[in-house]
């Protein structure tokens, strides 16, 4: 099979051809149809996150139809459309596990990261870590839900009822989550790049009651802010934007650190709290949510043969909404 190989951090993916895995026990074996290029993939493969299985196939946001399946898989059946998300395996017995929080499994195995993910024709997964995705949409739309929007709606779930809900960096998450939270009767204030005037016209289209620069000042106090972007100075902005009470929540894997400031800015009980991953719960949710009411994912697709290029294409913020690999069949 063809695969993007990502030899060590810092240098370009290869292709190239490698051999076509087998769907062992309680494993499904899927041709990937699409898969979405995210700013996870981009710090694997920059180095940010320092513990690649290497070489490594990147890529985890993953949708394709199953054509083999191992012992003990009970749940789907030859030919089903899956999406295989970025937590791909727990061991089930850790105190984290047994307590629902299987999301902080010490051993937890990751896709594209400690695991071979999406960036290729094939792709074995752990058939308890994947998702039927809804029949609306097709593979290329569908692509981003299976991060931006999984992990997105963990986000949302952590700030609670809040109404007035500011998201920073307004790109594939934070354009599924903006309708999730219309849909459910919220007010979205949206921050972007200073003066990046298309990506805030795109953020109110998609519903957002507001939209300025990552450092301007809401014309309301928000009750939550969802940092999306990894710069820590944000976490500082989002806490003199929530009112009193407010929760900040940062919802990447990796983020520059965060400066001190004055506690006035943490009193009044504002909090500050991290998303680790995602557990099965979120991504069941989730796409019960999404095969409720059309979300609206925008998509630029890339060839398998040019994932370097959409890659590059996210780090230099040229892309709105989100970005996918397309694999067709030959």
Known sequence: MKAMILDRPGVSL???????????????????????????????????????KLPLIVGHEIVGRIVEMGDGVKDFSLGDRVGVPWLGWTDGTCR??????ENLCQRARFTGYTIDGGFAEYIVADARYAFRIPEAYDDLHAAPLLCAGLIGYRAYRMAGDAR???????????????QVARH?????YAFTRPSDEATQAFAKRLGAVWAGDSTERPPEPLDAAILFAPVGALVVEALKSVDRGGTVVCAGIHMSDVPSFPYRLLWEERTVRSVANL??????????AAGRFPIETAVTPFPLEQANEALNALRKGEIEGAAALMIPEV
């Open 96 to 101: 984290y596990c047994r307590r629902g929080m």
């Open 279 to 288: 557990t099965r719960e979120d991504g069941e949710l989730f796409m019960k």
């Open 184 to 188: 459910d009767g919220r007010e979205v």
């Open 14 to 52: 290869a292709l190239r051809e490698v051999a076509t895995p087998l769907a062992g026990p309680g494993q499904i074996l899927l041709r990937v149809a699409a898969c979405g290029v995210c700013r996870t993939d981009l710090h694997i493969v920059d180095g940010d996150l320092t513990e690649p």
């Open 164 to 178: 007035r809900i500011g998201l920073y960096g307004f790109g594939a998450a934070a354009h599924i989550l903006a």
